[in-house]
T-cell receptor, first 114, second 115 residues
């Protein structure tokens, strides 16, 4: 079974600074997708960014980018120019391209200090 | 476009009572999921469905049943609620397992308390 590990239960960053959230996963598959989801206090789960395993290029979405290291099975999220609205819990998720289930990490709570 | 709608938003049950959570999506998605989220933890998969009329067990299926009689609806049932089932429940759906439409779309969650 696939597992996803987020080793940082809590992180904090100063407004306008950069922060990196870590995620590692375990799988024997070669074709899969990785996601970062954000859960603000409103509880709504929001997609931040996605990465296809067959793509070597790291995904970027505005201030959010990933460092995808397939061989190391690592998928970290970098948030640049942090804003107060980035404060939330962030979840890393894995899904096989051939099976329906998604596996989530336990989350990292990000605090942004003004 | 409502997306994924969960009802109810909140519920309090006594031990042994039963209830059904409803998830409805209007995006014609094939895949639907029920997760539970406990404090300080990630989402754990209870049951899922890969299409109308199909269901499958996830990581933590005990104490729950599901049905997907219509493509747009995925029901989660608790036959005899237990305090260990106190949690926030999320429904999610996706159109495809690959490509642009592969991310999950989530409902807003149902907070269930069992006393």
């Amino acid at each position: 079974a696939q597992t996803v590990t987020q080793s940082q239960p809590e992180m904090s960053v100063q407004e306008a600074e950069t922060v990196t959230l870590s995620c590692t996963y375990d799988t024997s598959e070669s074709d899969y997708y990785l996601f970062w989801y954000k859960q603000p206090p409103s509880r709504q789960m929001i997609l931040v960014i996605r990465q296809e395993a067959y793509k070597q290029q790291n995904a970027t979405e505005n201030r959010f980018s990933v460092n995808f290291q397939k061989a190391a099975k690592s998928f970290s999220l970098k948030i640049s120019d942090s804003q107060l609205g980035d404060a939330a819990m962030y979840f890393c998720a894995y899904r096989s391209a051939h099976a329906g289930k998604s596996t989530f990490g336990d989350g990292t709570t990000l605090t942004v200090k003004p | 476009n409502a997306g994924v709608t969960q009802t109810p938003k909140f519920r309090v049950l006594k031990t042994g009572q039963s209830m059904t959570l409803l998830c409805a999506q209007d995006m014609n998605h094939e895949y639907m999921y029920w997760y539970r989220q406990d404090p300080g933890m990630g989402l754990r998969l209870i049951h899922y469905s890969v299409g109308e009329g199909t269901t499958a067990k996830g990581e933590v299926p005990d104490g729950y049943n599901v049905s997907r009689l219509k493509k747009q609806n995925f029901l989660l049932g608790l036959e005899s609620a237990a305090p260990s089932q106190t949690s926030v429940y999320f429904c999610a759906s996706t159109r495809d397992l690959r490509g642009y439409n592969s991310p999950l779309h989530f409902g807003n969650g149902t907070r269930l308390t069992v006393t």
